[in-house]
C-alpha cells in the first residue's frame, strides 16, 4: 500500500527557500499545507504562484503548534537554524534543515542526541550527496576503481551572492566539505585554511582551506564570492584512476581519467625504485538527468514515511560543522593548523 503523504510546512521562502519549496510541492509524498517568512510581500508572492489552500503565516510558532504538521523545513539564515530544528524537534517535528546544520558544534551536538531521544528524523540539506554526478563518482569510490584516494581538490568560486553574517567557507564550503568526508573514508584530523575580506571587515571573500585526514589523504578547497569566473568543480585522485566532476556544464558532467603513477621497481635487490607515469583512456559516462535538490527531498521524504535515517542526517551534518569551525579557528589564527576537537 502507499504510504500517506508527509504534511510538511516550510519557514523561510526567499531566494533559495523558494526553490526548496518548489521541489517539495512536486513530490506526490509531500502534502505542503503552510508558508512562513517575517515578510508579508515575500509570502504573498510565492503564495500566489500555488492553490489557495496553502495557508500562510508570520510567526513560526504557528507552525510549531499545528498538530497537522508533520515535518517542518527550515531554509532560513544559517543563525536561526538551531533555535528552529531545535523548537521543532521539541514539538514533535521531523526537521528538513538546510545546510549548514547550526553555527557550533555544541548546538550540533544538542540537535543531533534531541532528535535521537525524539524518535524524529533530521536532515541537513548537503545536496551533493544526492546530486547523480557525485553518486556516481562516490560509487565509483566505494567500489576501488579509483584505487587508493590520496588526495582531493575543490574549486568553488563566483560573483555574489556577498553575505553580511558568514564569510565564504561558512557559505560555499559545506558542499565541498560534506564530499570530502563522503569521498575520503578515514577520519578527518586537522585543518588548516587562509583567508582574506576585501568587501567587509571580519568576513572573508575567498578562503582556502586544507582538511588532513588519518592514513595520509588531505582535502583542500578553494571558496570565493569575489572571483569573475562561475566554477563549481571537484577532482578526486586516486591511485589508479582520477575522476573530475565539473558542474558548471550542461552534459558531460563527469570524467574518468586512467592515469597514473605505476610502481615499476625492478624485482632484485640493489636497483632502487622507478616510477612510470601512465596515462590511458578518458571515459565520460551518462549521467542520469536528475534534478539534485529533488531528489534530495524525495529522500527527506521517504525517510520519513519508512522511518529510516536520511543519508544527510545528524550525524553527517555534525561531521560538517566540525569542519567549518575548525576553518574558522584557523583563520583566527592566521592559518594555524586546528585539529579537530580542538
Not at 89 to 105: N, R, S
Not at 170 to 187: C, E, N, T, Y
Not at 237 to 244: D, E, F, I, L, T
Request: contains cysteine; negative net charge; aromatic residues 6%.
Amino acid at each position: 500500500m502507499p504510504s500517506e503523504p508527509v504534511r510538511v510546512a516550510q519557514v523561510g521562502v526567499g531566494n533559495w527557500g523558494r526553490n526548496v519549496l518548489h521541489n517539495f510541492m512536486a513530490l506526490p509524498g509531500a502534502d505542503v499545507t503552510a508558508i512562513c517568512d517575517i515578510e508579508s510581500a515575500t509570502l504573498e508572492r510565492v503564495a500566489s504562484h500555488y492553490p489557495p489552500g496553502l495557508r500562510t503565516t508570520q510567526h513560526f510558532d504557528d507552525l510549531l503548534s499545528d498538530n497537522s504538521v508533520d515535518a517542518i523545513i527550515i531554509a532560513t539564515e544559517t543563525q536561526h537554524h538551531y533555535r528552529m530544528a531545535l523548537a521543532a524537534l521539541a514539538a514533535g517535528k521531523h526537521v528538513y534543515v538546510e545546510k549548514p546544520m547550526t553555527q557550533t558544534v555544541a548546538e550540533a551536538e544538542h540537535l543531533m542526541q534531541l532528535s535521537a531521544d525524539s524518535g524524529k528524523h533530521l536532515m541537513v540539506g548537503h545536496v551533493l550527496l544526492y546530486h547523480p554526478a557525485f553518486v556516481y563518482v562516490e560509487r565509483l569510490v566505494r567500489s576501488g576503481a579509483l584505487g587508493s584516494i590520496y588526495y582531493l581538490y575543490s574549486v568553488r568560486v563566483n560573483l555574489g551572492i556577498i553575505r553580511q553574517r558568514e564569510n565564504a567557507f561558512d557559505s560555499l564550503g559545506p558542499h565541498d566539505v560534506s564530499v570530502a568526508l563522503a569521498f575520503i573514508d578515514q577520519k578527518p584530523v586537522a585543518v588548516a585554511a587562509n583567508g582574506q575580506a576585501f568587501l567587509q571587515s571580519g568576513i572573508e571573500d575567498i578562503v582556502t582551506a586544507t582538511v588532513y585526514f588519518e592514513g595520509g589523504p588531505i582535502a583542500h578547497m578553494h571558496t570565493s564570492w569575489l572571483d569573475p569566473h562561475k566554477v563549481r568543480k571537484v577532482t578526486v585522485v586516486g591511485s589508479k584512476k582520477m575522476a573530475v566532476i565539473d558542474d558548471t556544464t550542461s552534459s558531460e558532467k563527469v570524467r574518468v581519467y586512467d592515469k597514473g603513477v605505476d610502481d615499476e621497481s625492478a624485482p632484485y635487490v640493489g636497483f632502487g625504485k622507478s616510477m612510470a607515469v601512465r596515462s590511458g583512456d578518458i571515459h565520460i559516462p551518462k549521467i542520469p538527468v536528475v534534478e539534485p535538490l529533488r531528489a534530495e527531498c524525495a529522500h527527506f521524504i521517504e525517510s520519513v514515511q519508512a522511518d529510516t535515517a536520511p543519508r544527510s542526517d545528524a550525524k553527517n551534518g555534525l561531521a560538517v560543522v566540525r569542519v567549518l569551525e575548525a576553518v574558522r579557528k584557523s583563520l583566527q589564527r592566521r592559518g594555524q593548523c586546528v585539529e579537530l576537537g580542538d
